[in-house]
């Protein structure tokens, strides 16, 4: 799994590279925060699965919940906005997939605090 989390690090530092660079002169200023927004969160999400990931603290049930719900996040939120913004996919064709992401960002936030709480 560190290896998946390791690679999905790399990427958000590509796809920010490639909106910083490249897509700077393709989009108007509102795509690129959105492609930005995308990118932002895809790093925070994979900075705090490396942390759940390493951290003993946390059962290997739970680790795997709060994995999955982030990794659904990243692909359905950063996803769609990627494919929306750059990929030249119709909003109105997947409007729903965005905020399902961020609901499953939601949910593995919920997740690891409620195991914290338990501690």
Known sequence: MLSIIAFL?????????????????????EALR???TG?????YHVIVLLIVNIYSGITDKNKKIITYSFLAGILLFSGSIFAITAGGVSAKSIW???????????????????????K
């Open 34 to 36: 959105s492609f930005e």
């Open 39 to 43: 990118v932002r969160y895809m790093m």
């Open 96 to 118: 729903f997939i965005t905020p399902l992401g961020g609901l499953f960002f939601i949910f593995g936030w919920l997740k690891l605090g409620l195991t914290f709480l338990k």
């Open 9 to 29: 690090g790399l990427l958000a530092v590509v796809f920010g590279a490639f909106g910083a660079h490249s897509l700077k002169e393709k989009l108007d200023p």
